[in-house]
């Protein structure tokens, strides 16, 4: 079997991506659980915030910004902000060529 010729930044991407839809699955499945255990045994305290919303706000945000690094969206990525940098960079030292100064 002859082995897959990837491309290694379109391989990168597929595995954050992967990684995120595992982490969105978890973070789904776990709060569905803490909310069904507070439903079933915690919910008669009325006027307090259920416990288990702590999890799921905090927990939440990570896993939207981990998503949106995941997917690029709003100049998350690594990869668009080393590029935005590197450009930055070159700006900053003029026309010349960068490698320049390694000459």
């Known amino acids: 079997m002859e082995p897959l ?3 290694p930044y379109l391989w990168q991407k597929a595995k954050s991506r992967a990684k995120f839809q595992s982490h969105l699955f978890t973070y789904l499945w776990v709060n569905a659980l803490l909310w069904a255990i507070w439903a079933l045994t915690d ?4 006027g307090e915030i259920p416990w288990p919303l702590w999890s799921t706000a905090f927990w939440g945000v990570g896993v939207l910004l981990s998503g ?3 997917y690029g969206y709003g100049g998350l990525s690594r990869e668009q902000r080393t590029q935005r940098e590197y ?3 070159t700006r900053e030292q ?3 060529d960068p490698l320049d ?3």
């Not at 919910?43 to 009325?46: G, I, N, P, Y």
């Open 43 to 46: 919910r008669h305290h009325t």
């Open 87 to 89: 450009e930055r960079l």
């Open 68 to 70: 949106l690094a995941a």
């Open 94 to 96: 003029g026309a010349a």
């Open 5 to 7: 010729q990837r491309d």
């Open 101 to 103: 100064k390694y000459r």
